[in-house]
Each structure stands twice: as C-alpha cells, then as structure tokens.
C-alpha cells in the first residue's frame, strides 16, 4: 500500500531540477502535514474553559470514572507485588526524546520490576517508516528489552494491553494513537508521564485536558510546578520529583568528546540549538533572522568548534514552512562540516557537559543547560505567542538576550573570546536558589514514590 508520502517524494523525484514539480512537492507536503498537526491540535489543545458544558460534564465523569477505576488497579497492583515482578511499560514513539534511561536503569537493576519498551509511532509523523525503525535500533542498541506496539507492515497500532503491563509511563503527549490513548489504556494499567521536555512558558499545554488530566501521576519538573498546576489548572495528580533530564549531571562517567571535530583545548566548544515553532505553539524560532549566520559567527573565529543540535521537529518544519528546500537544507548542514558535526541523537548531556557555550531559542534546554553553569546566548523574536513562567524567567535573567545578529556578535566576541562571562556571578547565584538539581536524582524519586504506592518494601 503506497503511503502518500510515497506518492510525494516520487513527485519530488520526477521533478529532478523541475521548479514546478519540486514546488508542488513541497506545498502538498506542507499541506498534508499542516492538516496532520490540526487534527491533533484539534484533539489534543482543547481547553476546558473552551469546552462546551455538555462535553464538560461528560469529561469530568470520564475523570471521575477513571479516578475509581485507577484506586482498583492500585490495590490490586499492591497485592501482586507480594508474589511477582509488577510489569514497567514506556510507551515511546520518537528516540531523540527518550529521557527516562536512568529511571529504566532503576528498575532493571531491582527485584520488584520488570520494565519494558514499547515502540510505537507518532500519528502525526509523516515519514512513518524511517522514525519508527530509527526508534527500534535507538532501544535494541542499547541492549533495552523492546517490543514493537505498531505493525509496521500492516500499519496497525497494537493493543497495550496484549503486554501485560502493570504500569505505562508515556514518553510524550503528542502523536499517541487513540487505540492506545490513557483514557483506553487506563480500564487495564496505571498511567503515568515524566515530561520529556522542562516547562519554562505559561501554557495550556503543560496540562492538557485529554491527556495530563486523565494520569494516574504526572510527575512535574519542581515543587513550583506543582502549586503551579494545581492553582492554574486544579491539578490533583502531580508529584514534585524534578526532571529526569537533569539526572544525567549525577553521571560520573567521563562524558564522550565525539560530538566534537576538533578536541584541542585551545578550541572553544559552541553549541547552536535552533527551534522549530516558526509559525505554530510558542513562536520561539529565530532560525529564518540567524541561521545563515551563524555559519558567518563560526567563520569569523576560528579558535571555535560547532556542533549544531536542531531540535527533534526543527529539519520537518524547516521545509514544511517553506523557510528551506530540502536540498538546501541538506546543503546548510554540509556547509557545517567545515566547523564542526551536526548531532541529532537524543542524549545530549554530554553534549552540554564538553561544550563552553549554547546559542538556542529553544525552551527546554534553558534549563537543561541551566546546572553547567556556563554562558547561554538566549535568541529572542519580537512575536514570541506565549510569556516564560516565573520559573523560566528565573533562568533566563541569568543569560544573554539576543535579538540581532549584531548583538550576538558583540556579545560573543566578549563573553566567548574576550572570556568576560560578565554574567557568571549571576547565574551562580541563582543556581543556589532554584536547586535544579539536588541531593537526589529525579529517577529515585519517581522509583521509590511506586514503590511507596505499591506498598514494596
């Protein structure tokens, strides 16, 4: 059966040098992938103060209903804990936003848990074969126990509930399957979430109705989160456990340098990490203004290294929103070669720990970045849709604010060559005060909080 993304890249590869084809390419791929993210958009960002009354009183007795259902699961968890292993599922559907290794680790090293990976795929993901066999070889390389949730032959979504899990962690909110969405999942199966990114924005999508408010347990980034969520939100089923990215600083391997061309400590390591939301969500990317020249910033000094880190949507949206050809994407990246490696691989905590520097716009790795203690190049756009919280402005007060080429360059002549980090003392000190990372990893927490529930001693 031909995919219409089969039908499309013949379309692409017909037109060779043909403008024409090659435009009509690109406008029905952007057409069909816009209509793709609407419809879970539609699904997925539907607010409760939007939601008519009728469907309103029919959620909160789906709530209420799972609410129940959930007490049942939980006391017959507590009883099979006493004589089996209790069954960890994570449903994961995009490896380069796997985040929960150290909690996967954790399970598999106790006597009381059997954890599992399932991979499945995004309903909005439009090369449906590349990603999922990407995702699989992520988790069989790493040696994890890994079953496959999707029928990539058949192009079928499979049941959850034909693996037996006790418990499903999901690795995101977006692109999940009806078949196995939490308000299905949850008749059989405790369901619980870790976010895959850190929430910095006051957003509706930091608790999204038909998905956060159906968990079993969300387990949130901070203790202000917490209040945060319950206050904004009326939130009753979060757990302050702090992010399980930040458990990666715990790590007392000796990071990898091969994200690196040149490893000459004369060099300095810049990341430069764009975003993808041009026109959608936050409107946080700046790429269109800054990304040809951040190959000129890297030409200019060549006491530098680069590794350019998109973000996971950045190389669909980048051409979908007409910003790049796919060739000239392909070529932007090969023009990289001469200053360093571009990585697009999921655990880029090493990344952050041998690098000296990251220019980003994207949310999330203000705070991953946040514990290094190095210097951040904060990218800004005028038109940005959705204000940082207070946590997130917290963070961002301690780096640059970039909002022109100009700028940047000014300022990482003289933080990066002229080593006047003048905002270091800064930052210090409010690394103290927000302890992102503390005496305990977020993994224990989360690990010991079902043990505790599952009454395992």
């Known amino acids: 059966m031909r995919t219409v993304d089969d039908i499309l890249k013949n379309v692409e590869k017909a037109g060779g040098h043909d403008n024409f084809l090659q435009k009509l390419y690109r406008n029905t791929r952007r057409l069909f992938i816009q209509r793709r993210e609407k419809a879970e958009e539609a699904r997925m960002f539907e607010k409760i103060n939007h939601i008519p009354w009728i469907k309103r009183l029919r959620l909160s007795k789906v709530k209420k209903n799972i609410g129940n259902i959930y007490k049942q699961h939980l006391q017959n968890l ?13 449903l994961v559907n995009e490896a380069s936003k796997w985040h929960a290794g150290s909690l996967y680790d954790l399970f598999e090293n106790s006597n009381h848990f059997e954890p599992l990976i399932l991979v499945t795929k995004r309903i909005t993901c439009f090369d449906t074969s590349e990603e999922f066999n990407a995702t699989l070889s992520f988790f069989k390389n790493a040696g994890m126990r890994v079953e496959c949730a999707y029928d990539a032959v058949k192009h079928k979504y499979l049941d959850l509930k034909d693996f037996s899990p006790d418990i499903i962690f999901y690795e995101q909110p977006w692109g999940v399957e009806r078949l196995q969405s939490i308000s299905r999942v949850a008749t059989f199966v405790l369901t619980c979430y870790t976010p895959y990114c850190f929430h910095m924005m006051c957003s509706e999508y930091d608790y999204l109705e038909l998905f956060h408010r159906f968990l079993w347990k969300y387990f949130v980034e901070s203790p202000w989160h917490l209040e945060s969520y319950k206050n904004r939100f009326k939130a009753d089923n979060c757990v302050s456990s702090g992010s399980l990215h930040l458990d990666k600083y715990f790590s007392k391997k000796m990071p990898h340098m091969d994200f690196w061309k040149d490893v000459s400590p004369a060099k300095k390591r810049i990341i430069y990490a764009p975003h993808f939301t041009f026109t959608t969500q936050h409107r946080v990317a700046t790429f269109p203004q800054n990304g040809r020249f951040m190959l000129n910033l890297a030409d200019m000094y060549p006491q530098t290294t680069w590794a350019i880190k998109p973000h996971p949507g950045f190389d669909q949206h980048v051409v979908a929103d007409g910003i790049m050809t796919q060739q000239e994407l392909d070529e932007y990246y090969a023009a990289w070669e001469k200053y360093g490696t571009v990585v697009k691989e999921g655990d880029y905590f090493d990344l952050f720990k041998t690098s000296d520097c990251l220019i980003t716009d994207c949310i999330s790795f203000l705070a991953d970045y946040f514990p290094s203690g190095k210097p951040v190049f904060h990218l800004r756009r005028n038109d940005q849709s959705k204000e940082f919280n207070d946590f997130g402005k917290d963070i961002i007060g301690t780096y640059y604010q970039i909002h022109s080429n100009a700028e940047l360059e000014k300022l990482f002549s003289r933080v990066m060559i002229d ?16 302890q992102l990372v503390s005496n305990e990893t977020a993994s224990k927490c989360v690990f010991d909080y079902l043990r505790k529930e599952l009454k395992i001693p």
């Open 419 to 434: 080593e006047d980090d003048f905002m270091a003392p800064i930052r210090l000190e409010r690394m103290g005060k927000l």
């Open 78 to 90: 507590q009883r099979a804990a006493k004589y089996r292993k209790i069954r960890i599922a994570f």
